[in-house]
């Protein structure tokens, strides 16, 4: 009975420390593994593209010097560790979701949300490249308001989902009176605009920097990607930014999903694609005019 007695404690501790061993082996594995990968954050640098250093097996897709597509891989960020700031001047309460904050001023009225940035931004480039004509948007009732026509003088009278423009302020084509454009467009266009009024792209194999993840609605969410690379295999990886809700630090997201790739996301039809806070399903990807 002793012996009987011993035995079992025998295979009682054995089995006790088999499940004492396991979890140490799978976290040394898992810190080995940490050494091994190389990082993929500069943190000493001041633009999107050199901050990120390109997975090993791929190349940087080449775009045309002085395009859109080099304008944003060329963005520059804030010092690493800056965190993501509201328009109030408050700290935002998730702090973990980025490697990188745009430098985009964000309006302390509140107004520049998650669309509005990039509006922001696609506007800039255009008045920045002689391109101000291209500078327009439907506000959610559909109704058209271009940059060339607000600067004429031309205002929306607004009421309900009816909408005229008439001249009734003096022709002004600055700087300052192009974000009080941009404003206006902040306060009657957004995600559902937008999803409303860009061509869908329906093969992902040709996304490019500059296309948009985008979910329409009241609240929707749209992301932009600011960069690109590809292997030989064809496939691609991409980064992506985005502006919140309340309005905030524009900043490029990590991919909380895959570690291995952070900050780099594969890019699906259909999927769904988890970016920072945020989770889009029933979704469509859409490119600027």
């Known amino acids: 009975m002793k012996k009987f007695l011993l035995t079992i404690c025998i295979l009682a501790s054995l089995v006790a420390l088999a499940f004492q061993l396991k979890p140490v082996k799978r976290v040394a594995h898992t810190f080995k593994a940490s050494i091994e990968t190389p990082s993929l954050i500069n943190k000493d640098s001041l633009t999107i593209r050199s901050r990120v250093n390109v997975p090993e097996g791929y190349k940087r897709v080449t775009y045309t010097k002085g395009s859109f597509e080099d304008y944003l891989r060329n963005y520059e960020l804030k010092p690493f560790g800056s965190k993501?700031?509201?328009?109030?001047?408050?700290?935002?309460?998730?702090?973990?979701?980025?490697?990188?904050?745009?430098?985009?001023?964000?309006?302390?009225?509140?107004?520049q949300q998650c669309?509005?940035?990039?509006?922001?931004?696609?506007?800039e480039y255009l008045w920045k490249n002689n391109r101000k004509d291209e500078i327009g948007f439907n506000f959610t009732s559909g109704h058209?308001?271009?940059?060339?026509?607000?600067?004429?003088?031309?205002?929306?009278?607004?009421?309900?989902s009816k909408v005229t423009f008439n001249k009734t302020a003096r022709v002004d084509h600055s700087k300052a009176n192009f974000y009080k454009y941009l404003n206006l467009i902040?306060?009657?266009?957004?995600?559902?605009?937008?999803y409303n009024e860009l061509s869908e792209i329906k093969d992902v194999?040709?996304?490019?920097?500059?296309?948009?993840?985008?979910?329409?609605?009241?609240?929707?969410?749209?992301?932009?990607?600011?960069?690109?690379?590809?292997?030989d295999q064809g496939e691609k990886r991409f980064l992506l930014f985005q502006g919140?809700?309340?309005?905030?630090?524009?900043?490029?997201?990590?991919?909380?999903?895959?570690?291995?790739?952070?900050?780099?996301?594969?890019l699906k039809k259909d999927a769904v694609i988890p970016v920072s806070n945020y989770t889009f399903d029933s979704s469509k990807f859409v490119r600027f005019k």
Not at 213 to 229: A, F, N, S, W, Y
């Open 84 to 111: 993501i700031i509201n328009y109030d001047n408050t700290e935002y309460f998730w702090q973990r979701g980025h490697v990188g904050i745009l430098e985009v001023p964000v309006p302390k009225n509140g107004l």
């Open 115 to 123: 669309a509005d940035a990039l509006i922001r931004i696609r506007s």
């Open 144 to 160: 058209y308001c271009s940059w060339n026509k607000y600067a004429e003088g031309y205002r929306p009278k607004i009421n309900g």
């Open 186 to 194: 902040y306060m009657y266009s957004g995600t559902l605009s937008l």
């Open 205 to 231: 194999s040709k996304l490019k920097i500059g296309d948009m993840l985008i979910k329409g609605g009241t609240p929707g969410h749209i992301v932009m990607i600011c960069d690109e690379v590809i292997n």
């Open 244 to 266: 919140n809700t309340p309005a905030q630090s524009v900043h490029l997201v990590k991919n909380l999903e895959d570690s291995n790739i952070s900050p780099w996301y594969q």
